[in-house]
């Protein structure tokens, strides 16, 4: 199994600033991911964390607003850019394998914003 | 692409009953399904999971179905206990696509 780590946990924000999301794994990992939970939701898939190269979004996101960075194996940032209250959320980190591999999930970090 | 609908959004049980969770999904070609519990302040725990070429799987307390013709699956969960209480969640993954559902709010009353 992967342990992950993610750095804040949580955070309150004001409006307008930015928060850098870290995630680290504690082993060389090939599909990283980012998701976003909002309260007593599901989750939602942000975008494909690609080492070497630019994320892969998903419909609705955009990287000027969630840049994302993969610079190894085991490690990910993502930035919450230009916050606003609507960006109060947990945000998770998510790693595995590859196709039909154990998917696995790091604490989230609570973003409020104010 | 997959499409995942979970039910019921809330369950309430007495200590040792028995919790059932459906999930159906859209996607014919998706061949790997796991359940994910989720305790307050935490992220996902996958739990157990199942992959297309099996009917049934279990660990202890807890068992997963699938029924690939009828295309849905279940979670159950035996003897349940005050510290099952959490969200679960359910997915389905075709060819990296990973789909969850909208999760069930499970609660064990002692």
């Known amino acids: 199994s992967a342990v992950i780590s993610q750095k804040p946990s949580r955070d309150i924000c004001q409006r307008g600033t930015s928060l850098t999301i870290q995630c680290q794994v504690d082993?060389?990992?090939?599909?990283m991911f980012w998701y976003r939970q909002q309260p007593g939701q599901s989750l939602t898939l942000i975008a494909t964390a690609n080492q070497g190269s630019e994320a892969t979004y998903e419909s609705g996101f955009v990287i000027d607003k969630f840049p994302i960075s993969r610079p190894n194996l085991t490690f990910s940032t993502l930035t919450v850019s230009n916050m606003s209250p609507e960006d109060s959320s947990i945000y998770l980190c998510?790693?595995?394998?590859?196709?039909?591999?154990?998917?696995?999930f790091g604490p989230g970090t609570r973003l409020t914003v104010l | 692409g997959e499409n995942v609908e979970q039910h019921p959004s809330t369950l309430s049980v007495q200590e040792g009953d028995s919790a059932v969770i459906k999930c159906t999904y859209s996607?014919?070609?998706?061949?790997?399904f796991p359940w994910y519990k989720q305790e307050l302040g935490k992220g996902p725990q996958l739990i157990i999971d199942?992959?297309?070429?099996?009917g049934e799987k279990k660990d202890q307390r807890i068992a997963v179905t699938l029924n690939k013709t009828a295309k849905h699956f279940s979670l159950h969960i035996t003897e349940t206990q005050p510290e099952d209480s959490a969200v679960y969640f359910c997915a389905a993954e075709e060819n990296n696509d990973m789909r969850f559902g909208a999760g069930t709010r499970l609660t064990v009353k002692p």
């Open positions: 996607d014919s070609a998706s061949n790997y």
């Open positions: 199942i992959r297309s070429n099996v």
């Open positions: 082993s060389q990992v090939t599909m």
């Open positions: 998510s790693v595995r394998q590859g196709a039909g591999d154990t998917q696995y």
